[in-house]
């Protein structure tokens, strides 16, 4: 055992070191979950301080029960914002086409809360409460080997540390993944706009916490409120075949704000300018959003195909690591807890590292990949020229978005997954 690693007693499966690479939401909700199960880990995060990129997510009832029963859901409560519905409108007119209703009714019908919050709130909440010690930063990892019994990451200064179980949650520009398939990102053709809008620009939503889209030929925006109904976050995508960052670069690492040139992000002035232009002839009330976010960033969205195993001897995925979705569908996150928390209950229980991670990828793909899928699909649906398809779509969707009808996504309960 080398510097980097931590001693423990040998758990359920003989294991006494698991290492995690990554913490985002993934690596993070893994070391609070491990904790739980009275597993120890370090988790190795490449950045000098936990990365707060990004800025609001949804949080469905299929992981918001999951941060719950992680002992966070009160933190979460605290921080995050219970939307009313998502109400969805038509992208010029601004005309509603449907709206699903949340707060109480997502409740009763899933018995867990559908939340939206900051991104940085919720990995505080996670890191808060881990051991100090727990999360080394500025620790990137440049491979990872993997041997019979033990599996090694090896790290840009040069050190090495050797694990039990290594758990890769670095995102979709994965080290971990190298060592179980080489294949590559693919950028979808959208961008995203992203930016925070001071809630007093929208009077009159104030009391109103809702999920707000606007679907239109070859586009979307969506927007709730943040950090306690202070900010609305907003993301407009649009297509542009125009952004390219290479492979190398550190803003290809995961979907990340990149800017049309690869060394740096367009100043703000210009991407205001440009998302103006994409939203030209928009619904006025995307226009103002647009206007009145505070910074827009660029944001290139990439995704990867589903594989058929993620793990190989001692060595796992989860994450975007594992299953990057484009965020049409707003699961990306959602799945990441779900992973954590399912591995977590896999090598609790299981005699042997093995078993528990053919038990995880057993219980886990075939969801992931699901969602993975109709999150591409999603992209096709939303963004429907004016026209006979699009009028049906828009004729079926309050039907197609109804609570009852998502069952299979929300309702899902991977806390008994792995206990079946
Ligand atoms: C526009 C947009 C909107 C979205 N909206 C939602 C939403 O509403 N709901 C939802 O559930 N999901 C949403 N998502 C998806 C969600 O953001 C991701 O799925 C989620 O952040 C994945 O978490 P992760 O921890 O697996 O990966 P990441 O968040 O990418 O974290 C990976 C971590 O690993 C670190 N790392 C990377 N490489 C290394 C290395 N070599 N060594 C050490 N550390 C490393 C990184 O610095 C990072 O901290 C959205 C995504 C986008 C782009």
Not at 69 to 96: F, K, M
Not at 337 to 346: G, P, Q, R, W, Y
Not at 382 to 406: I, K, S, T, V, Y
């Amino acid at each position: 055992m080398n510097a980097l690693t931590r001693k423990g007693s040998p758990g359920p499966a003989g294991i006494a070191r698991i290492g995690v690479l990554g913490g985002g939401i993934a690596g993070l909700t893994m070391a609070v979950a491990l904790r739980n199960a009275g597993l120890d880990c370090v988790v190795f995060e490449q950045a000098p301080r936990v990365e707060t990129a990004g800025l609001g997510l949804q949080i469905t009832p299929n992981a918001s029960r999951l941060l719950a029963r992680l002992g966070v859901g009160e933190a979460v409560d605290a921080v995050a914002t219970q939307p009313l519905s998502i109400d969805v409108h038509r992208w010029d007119d601004g005309h509603r086409l449907a709206r699903t209703p949340l707060g109480e009714a997502c409740v009763e019908t899933f018995g867990a809360p559908y939340y939206t919050v900051h991104r940085a709130d919720l990995q505080q909440l996670l890191l808060r409460v881990l051991p100090t010690d727990t999360v080394r930063l500025g620790r990137r990892c440049v491979a990872v080997r993997c041997a019979s019994d033990s599996v090694t990451a090896v790290f840009a200064d040069g050190a090495e540390a050797t694990f039990d179980v290594l758990v890769g949650a670095d995102g979709i520009g994965s080290v971990a993944r190298r060592a179980l398939a080489d294949d590559v990102r693919r950028f979808s053709g959208q961008v995203a706009y992203r930016g925070l809008v001071p809630a007093d620009a929208l009077p009159e939503w104030q009391g109103e916490p809702r999920v707000r889209g606007w679907f239109g030929p070859a586009q979307h925006c969506v927007c709730y409120p943040v950090s306690g109904g202070r900010f609305i976050s907003l993301t407009a995508m649009t297509p542009d075949a125009t952004v390219s960052v290479s492979e190398d670069s550190p803003a290809a690492q995961w979907n990340a704000p990149a800017g049309p040139a690869e060394d740096g992000a367009a100043p703000a002035a210009s991407l205001a300018r440009a998302a103006a232009e994409a939203y030209d002839g928009w619904d006025p009330l995307v226009r103002k959003l647009l206007q009145s976010a505070a910074a827009l960033s660029l944001w290139r969205l990439n995704d990867r195909d589903p594989l058929p195993r993620w793990s190989r001897s001692r060595l796992t995925l989860i994450g975007d690591a594992a299953h990057p979705m484009l965020p049409f569908r707003a699961q990306g996150a959602n799945q990441a807890i779900e992973d954590a928390v399912v591995l977590t209950d896999c090598l609790r229980q299981a005699d042997d590292v093995q078993t528990a991670l053919c038990r995880y990828e057993e219980l886990r793909l075939t969801r992931t990949t699901r969602i993975q899928l109709s999150s591409r699909e999603s992209a096709e649906v939303f963004h429907l020229g004016d026209g006979d398809l699009q009028l049906e779509r828009d004729r079926d969707m309050p039907e197609r978005w109804a609570l009852r009808n998502n069952e299979w996504l929300f309702g899902y309960r991977a806390e008994s997954a792995a206990l079946a």
